[in-house]
C-alpha cells in the first residue's frame, strides 16, 4: 500500500478550501459590481452635473461622507481641507490597503450634449469660470463609493482594514494654498493609519473601454512649474533703440528653451517636455514695456534628468536676457514627482489585473509625460496606478476628446470594471501576504 504524507495531505486540502473560498468572494465581487452598476452611473451623472473645484470640493465631500456613514464605516472628514476619508475595519488581522479616489473638477466650459453636462459656475483667480469634470474625476469618485459599498457587504470575507481615500485638489490647489495628497501625506494620514500599500486607477478617454494600461517604474511624469520675468527698459514704440525690448528677448527665450529638449537632452533615456503656456506684459501698441512674464511646464521621467533640465533652463534664460542687456528673474517650483509603480508590486498583483480584466487587456504601456499628485501617495508606501478605459470601441482612438478639454467624454460602461478591480486587488493583496 501507498503511503499517505498526512502533512501534504492536509495542506493540499487548505489550498482547496482557500481557492473555492476566493471563487466565492470573486462571484459575489462580480454580482455586486452587476446589481449595483446603475447607482455608481447616478452618481457619477450627479457629480458631473455638479463640479467643483480644487480645494472648494465641499458638497461632494458631503455627498461622498453621507455615504460611507450609511454604509457604517469610520468616516473622517476635512481631511486636507475637503477631502474625506472612510475606514473599513474588518477586525481581522490583515494588511491595510488604501483605495483613492480624486475629486476636483476644471475651470472649463462644457459643451458636451449630454442631459446631465455641467453649467456650474466657480471662481478661479478671481474670475468667474465655468467648471467641468473634464479630466474624470467624477467617475473616479462614483467608482469608489461602489468598491466601498461592496467591500463592506463582504466585511465578514475580508481581512485587514480597507481606508477609501477621497482626495480633493488633485489638478492642484488655488494659488496661495496648499492641498491635494502632498498635504494628506504632510497631515499624516498613511503613518496614522499605518498604511501598507495604496492603489489608484484614472479613466482615460484614449484607451477602450475593458481595457487597462500601466507599466513598472515610472508611469507619469514629474511636473515642475517655471515663471521668468524679463525685465528690460521701457520706452517708446517708435525709438526701440532707446531702451532694452523684453517682448523680444522672452520671444529669444521661449525658442531657446525648446532647443534644451532638442539639442542639449538624451531623450533615448527618457522623454522631457518644456512648455510656455502663459505670457503676459505690455499695456498698448506703441509702448515697448518694462518686463514680460514666462509661465510654463516642466515635464520629466528621470531625476537626474529633471535636475539638469533646471540648470539649462536657468543658464539659457538669464544667458540670453544678458546678451540683449536684459535680465531674467527665474522661479522653478516642483509641482508634483514622477509616479512610480512598485515593480514587486505589480509582480505580484499581475494575476489579479489578468484575472479581471482579461489577459489580452492589460497593456503594458509606455510612460506619459502627463503628471498625477497620486505620487506622493507611491513615495510613501508601495502602490500601483493604472488608467482604466473609457473609450467606446467602436470610436476611432483618433476621434476620442482629450482630457482637459470642453469635448471629454467617457462611456460609464467602464465603470464597472474599475469597481470590480478595486475589490478585486484588496481581496487578493490580503490573500498573498498571508
Not at 94 to 121: I, Q, T, W, Y
Request: neutral net charge; glycine residues 10%.
Amino acid at each position: 500500500m501507498k503511503k499517505t504524507n498526512f502533512g501534504s495531505l492536509c495542506f493540499a486540502v487548505f489550498l482547496a478550501q482557500v481557492s473555492l473560498s476566493a471563487q466565492t468572494v470573486y462571484d459575489q465581487i462580480d454580482k455586486q459590481a452587476t446589481a449595483m452598476d446603475a447607482k455608481v452611473i447616478e452618481w457619477r451623472r450627479d457629480l458631473h452635473q455638479n463640479p467643483e473645484l480644487s480645494n472648494r470640493e465641499f458638497k461632494t465631500a458631503e455627498k461622498v461622507a453621507a455615504h460611507l456613514r450609511s454604509l457604517g464605516l469610520e468616516v473622517r472628514t476635512g481631511v486636507a481641507k475637503t477631502g474625506v476619508v472612510g475606514i473599513l475595519r474588518t477586525g481581522k488581522p490583515g494588511p491595510v490597503v488604501g483605495l483613492r479616489a480624486d475629486m476636483d473638477g476644471l475651470p472649463v466650459v462644457e459643451r458636451v450634449n449630454l442631459p446631465f453636462a455641467s453649467k456650474a459656475k466657480g471662481e478661479y483667480r478671481g474670475e468667474e469660470v465655468g467648471v467641468m469634470h473634464a479630466c474624470g474625476h467624477d467617475t473616479h469618485v462614483a467608482m469608489l463609493m461602489g468598491a466601498a459599498s461592496i467591500l463592506t457587504n463582504l466585511k465578514s470575507q475580508l481581512t485587514g482594514t480597507v481606508v477609501f481615500i477621497f482626495q480633493p485638489a488633485e489638478e492642484g490647489p488655488p494659488p496661495g494654498e496648499t492641498g491635494g495628497a502632498k498635504l494628506m501625506v504632510d497631515e499624516g494620514l498613511f503613518k496614522d493609519l499605518k498604511i501598507n500599500v495604496v492603489f489608484g486607477q484614472h479613466i482615460n478617454s484614449m484607451i477602450e473601454v475593458g481595457n487597462i494600461n500601466l507599466r513598472p517604474g515610472g508611469l507619469l511624469a514629474a511636473a515642475d512649474r517655471f515663471v521668468i520675468k524679463v525685465k528690460g527698459k521701457q520706452v517708446h514704440g517708435s525709438q526701440p533703440w532707446a531702451g532694452v525690448d523684453p517682448v523680444t528677448v522672452a520671444a529669444q527665450i521661449v525658442l531657446g528653451l525648446q532647443t534644451i529638449v532638442s539639442r542639449q537632452l538624451d531623450l533615448t533615456k527618457e522623454a522631457a517636455v518644456i512648455s510656455v503656456g502663459k505670457i503676459t506684459g505690455g499695456v498698448r501698441n506703441n509702448i515697448i514695456p518694462e518686463e514680460v512674464e514666462l509661465e510654463g511646464t516642466i515635464r520629466t521621467l528621470d531625476v537626474a534628468m529633471q535636475d539638469d533640465l533646471h540648470e539649462r533652463l536657468r543658464r539659457t534664460a538669464t544667458n540670453i536676457a544678458e546678451a540683449s542687456g536684459a535680465t531674467a528673474e527665474i522661479e522653478i517650483n516642483k509641482f508634483v514627482p514622477v509616479t512610480y509603480n512598485n515593480a514587486e508590486l505589480l509582480t505580484k498583483m499581475g494575476s489579479t489585473l489578468k484575472r479581471v480584466c482579461g489577459e489580452d487587456n492589460v497593456v503594458i504601456s509606455r510612460a506619459t509625460t502627463g503628471a498625477e499628485d497620486f505620487a506622493f501617495f507611491a513615495n510613501e508606501v508601495p502602490s500601483l496606478f493604472y488608467f482604466l478605459g473609457g473609450r467606446t470601441p467602436s470610436l476611432d482612438p483618433k476621434a476620442a476628446p482629450a482630457h482637459h478639454t470642453p469635448d471629454f467624454y467617457i462611456d460609464e460602461a467602464g465603470m464597472k470594471l474599475g469597481v470590480r478591480l478595486f475589490c478585486n486587488l484588496v481581496v487578493d493583496y490580503a490573500t498573498k501576504q498571508k
